[in-house]
């Protein structure tokens, strides 16, 4: 995992891939996300989104394009997209998509669920 100018994990059978470049306005999280660990595997992400905070540009999106989560991914996906929403309150120029593929309730349900917990718009996207 890269953590310096540019955020890249690349996805597994049970993890998200996930990309972020300081200059791309798009961060990313695209696939499953079903690790043993889940707050092991999303703590390097929040941190890095908090320490780099004044780095990454203003109109940036971060894009959730999960096909499907555990019960723990989605605390750990809560709790990123909290520290998310909470810097977008305090004044960054941000945008949050949960992205729902193919019509897919479990999706849109879970993004529901996540949206109605935190103070920043997550918009709910269907694809």
Known sequence: MSLENS???TGTNSTPEVSYSVSGQMCS???VS?????MDFYRPIIQWVVDHQNE???GTKF???LNYFNSSSMKALLWLIQQISELIQSGKKWQMVWVVLEEDEFMQE???AIQSLIDAEL???MR
Do not use: A, H, K, N
């Open 56 to 58: 990454i540009e203003e």
């Open 34 to 38: 079903t690790p043993v660990d889940s």
């Open 123 to 125: 918009l709910i996207e």
């Open 110 to 112: 879970g993004g529901e």
């Open 29 to 31: 999280l695209i696939g």
């Open 63 to 65: 894009e959730f394009q």
């Open 7 to 9: 955020l890249r994990v």
